[in-house]
């Protein structure tokens, strides 16, 4: 069974980098067929896809975000972990992780990331 769990801080202050990480167990992050992505959704807000990573460790970004979202991985914890720099108040959300295999697939559990100061 695939499961990922995202760590990080619930607080961030504003003009900081929000670091994520996601640890994924049952699957390999290097295994082909998969992407490993990011999606967060704020309050009263859809969903919203944030990039992602391959499984030849290429990243892709939402234009919206690219220039403030940054994507990575350490294969031998089988993690891979989100930075998102500046963040603002309207960054608060509820932030996911999820395998992108037809369609997104597992969620973590998704912690809550409040910015402000």
């Not at 202050?13 to 295994?31: F, H």
Request: glycine content about 10%; overall charge neutral.
């Amino acid at each position: 069974q695939v499961q990922l769990q995202e760590s990080g801080p619930g607080l961030v202050k504003p003009s900081q980098t929000l670091s994520l990480t996601c640890t994924v167990s049952g699957d390999s992050i290097t295994a082909n067929g998969a992407v490993w992505g990011w999606i967060r959704q704020p309050p009263g807000k859809e969903p919203e896809w944030m990039g992602a990573i391959d499984t030849s460790g290429s990243s892709y970004y939402n234009p919206s975000l690219k220039n403030r979202t940054s994507i990575s991985r350490d294969t031998s914890k089988n993690q891979f972990t989100l930075q998102l720099s500046s963040v603002a108040p309207r960054d608060t959300s509820v932030s996911y992780c999820a395998r992108g295999h037809d369609g997104w697939s597992p969620w973590g559990q998704g912690p809550q990331v409040t910015v402000s100061s």
